[in-house]
T-cell receptor, first 113, second 113 residues
């Protein structure tokens, strides 16, 4: 069964540094999402992406964040200047349509020191 | 964003007993209600979902009921097994905000052998 994959599984960075989290959605899916989960808390929506543009974003997704689909398979989340409070698990998800279930990747644990 | 309340936050049951987790939401525009299971350190995985035109859905030991009037939906697990131990998240999707999910705060279920 196809799965969403994410790399790296764990990223440690210094405050102020840029990080890029990578995702490979399921190949025939058209809708892509990023969520984050601070340790012990609920999953929070960051952004959705369709047809090479952002379709929705939450208030968490400020100017420090950006997403990109650089080629036909990858979907990336960039944090320009990381803050301590960006430490969380970041999940990528994809779906075949806006009405179908979203499949989650295994997550990237980001630790900002 | 949409407020989704989930109760209880923790639940312990004896193996073989039933477990019920409830979520309430405020916006009647919500139209899709998935339940995700998240084992420690792993990705959220969809276990069952229901759409707003259906009142109940069952898949083996798992069922979901939806009360649109009262704006709540519940996950029912019967004949619980130790491998059911995990954190369970409900989520909603609102018709008017597109694809993003609003997640509940999670229920940590422990099934005692």
């Amino acid at each position: 069964e196809p799965e969403v994959t994410q790399t790296p599984s764990h990223q440690v960075t210094q405050m102020g540094q840029e990080v890029i989290l990578r995702c490979v959605p399921i190949s025939n899916h058209l809708y892509f999402y990023w969520y984050r989960q601070i340790l012990g808390q609920k999953v929070e929506f960051l952004v959705s992406f369709y047809n090479n543009e952002i379709s929705e974003k939450s208030e968490i997704f400020d100017d420090q964040f950006s997403v990109e689909r650089p080629d036909g398979s990858n979907f990336t989340l960039k944090i320009r200047s990381t803050k301590l409070e960006d430490s969380a698990m970041y999940f990528c998800a994809s779906s075949s349509s806006s009405y179908n279930e979203q499949f989650f990747g295994p997550g990237t644990r980001l630790t900002v020191l | 964003g949409e407020n989704v309340e989930q109760h209880p936050s923790t639940l312990s049951v004896q193996e073989g007993d039933s477990a019920v987790i409830k979520c309430t939401y405020s916006d009647s525009a919500s139209n899709y209600f998935p339940w995700y299971k998240q084992e420690l350190g792993k990705r959220p995985q969809l276990i069952i979902d229901i759409r707003s035109n259906v009142g109940e859905k069952k898949d083996q030991r798992i069922a979901v009921t939806l009360n649109k009037t009262a704006k709540h939906f519940s996950l029912h697990i019967t004949e619980t097994q130790p491998e059911d131990s995990a954190v369970y998240f409900c989520a909603i999707r609102r018709r008017d905000t597109g694809n993003q999910f609003y997640f509940g705060t999670g229920t940590s279920l422990t099934v005692i052998p």
